[in-house]
């Protein structure tokens, strides 16, 4: 250890068990709640970091291997004191430091989290909160507990707005960006642990919305597919979309394209302003592989349309429709009993292979999730549960419903800041604000940290 190195880090020199080893602490600038620790046994062993706090609960631990130790304490509340233990183990001889630290605190502009509905009995195991924030400046990705506490966060590079940060399967978070405004050009993909950055954005021009890692770890997106067509008597650019599937070594394959199964129709009435570059003509909003099949799930909003196509052809296995204005080639469903869904996001099925929605209601613009049943042979949904609060949250972006171990839904409202876990009889067991004009991007419930 230099004296230069003492100006920059705390030094612990410890009694160890067979040897004496340095121990140095440093805060990352960029993730006020992850610290680094780092020691040198000088030899190849199994090593290890281990760290509590508040008396010893909650305690942590992550493993690195090599000479040259490096590991993170992460997943710590802000300001929290911390004792930590490295250890290293060649052979009959260990390497042991203790120490001890404090977690940082959250920058200024950080929004809080108020939990107003909290019964610990009745709700999900499901102790971690994963997601995005948008804000009027910033767009940080979070890690919070039940509990509201900020457990890791870190900021969006200046300027973009990450609309979903999910686990990734092998770990860390894959997210999605873009610039401000959804102006979808430079649009890309992240791939990152908790505890560096190091790892640089995938340029993925006009992604938008959602994507979902596939088991060989290829991952499904949508791309703006832009081309122009006769509107309101005018041809003008108009904004469709491409289901394209990345696979790891950076190659692309389109599955499916609206262009090819839907006919465009010369009504400016059926179009939005939404995406600079066209009129925005089916507003797809979310993706769902289904395994056993082979097949995807997309959504497009505008067109009130759920759609199943197989992934290696791209034909139209099922569609799925919520209102009478639109239909595509293949098998169409309509709504038999209960609510027609307008506006559908986060369209999936649950494990009883029912057709799950956020949708909003065609007269009172109130927004909910909705739960139907497939009828194969008469081709009809059947709606057999739904959540939709009073007094109303009206949510028109970004909603999601997602089943929890215990058969609970978290059902978020993104734009209005407020997420709500829902057991099967309807009642509301845990429920979460952000303050006025902070909304949530895609958010997930899960037993750790990614």
Known sequence: MTARSLGFCL???AACKDHEVACTVVADPAQPLVTHVTWDAGVAGASTLDFSWAEGSGAGRMTQVGTANDAAIVGVPPLEDVAFEAVTRAGKQTWTCEGSTRTGNLPTETPTFLVT???PERRSPEGFLVGSLITGTDSPMFVVDREGRFRWIAG???DRLVVMAAPALDGGLIDVSFARLWALRDGALHRRDLVSDDTEPEPVPRIHHVFRELPDRSLLYLKLDVRDAMVGGVVQPVA??????RTPDGEDRVLFSTWDHLAIRDEIEDFQAFYPEGLDWVH?????YVESRDTVLYSMANVRTVVEFDRETGAVVRSFRGGDDWTLDGDDYTVASGERFRLQHDAHYDAAGNLVVFATNDVTANTGAHVYAIDDVNHTLSEVWSHVPDPPLRNWAIGQVQELSNGDRLIAFPVVGVLQEVTPDGEVVWEVHTP?????????LRDDLP
């Open 11 to 13: 030094l612990w020199l």
């Open 117 to 119: 509905v909290d019964v």
């Open 156 to 158: 969006a590079a200046p």
């Open 240 to 245: 469709g979309d491409s289901v394209v599937q």
């Open 284 to 288: 797809g909003n979310a993706l769902f």
């Open 436 to 444: 006025i004009n902070v909304a949530f991007g895609q958010v997930y």
